[in-house]
C-alpha cells in the first residue's frame, strides 16, 4: 500500500513539476518578446509607458483609437470623460483611467513629433 502511495506522489510531483517548468519557459518567452517589442518603440515611448502605468496599445484601446489623431483622442476623451462623470452614475475609476490614457497618447504624439523635427533637421548625404 506504502508502495503504490509513494508512487502516486512521485507521479503527481512529476506532472507539477513539468507544468511548473512549461509555464517558466512560456513567461520568458514573453518576457523576452515584451522587451524586443519596448526596444523597438523607443527609449522615450517606454519610459512614457513606465511614468504613466499604461502602454501605448492600452491607452488606445481605452480610448478606441486606431491611428494618433490629436482630433479623434480629444472627441472619444470628451465622450468618455462625461459617461463616466461620478455626477451621471460613472466610475471615477474609469474616469481616471480615461484621463491617464489621454496623457499617455499626448505624450506618445509629442513623442513623434520631436522625432519628425530631429528627422527633418538631419542633414541629407
Do not use: C, W
Amino acid at each position: 500500500m506504502a508502495k503504490y502511495l509513494a508512487q502516486i506522489i512521485v507521479m503527481g510531483v512529476q506532472v507539477v513539476g513539468r507544468a511548473f517548468a512549461r509555464a517558466l519557459r512560456q513567461e520568458f518567452a514573453a518576457s523576452r518578446a515584451a522587451a524586443d517589442a519596448r526596444g523597438r518603440t523607443g527609449h522615450q515611448s517606454a519610459a512614457a509607458s513606465n511614468l504613466s502605468g499604461l502602454s501605448l496599445q492600452e491607452a488606445q484601446q481605452i480610448l478606441n483609437v486606431s491611428k494618433l489623431s490629436p482630433e479623434e483622442i480629444q472627441k472619444n476623451y470628451e465622450h468618455l470623460f462625461k459617461v463616466n462623470d461620478k455626477s451621471v452614475g460613472g466610475s471615477f475609476y474609469l474616469q481616471s483611467k480615461v484621463v491617464r490614457a489621454k496623457e499617455r497618447l499626448e505624450e506618445e504624439l509629442k513623442i513623434q513629433t520631436q522625432e519628425e523635427t530631429e528627422q527633418a533637421q538631419k542633414p541629407k548625404t
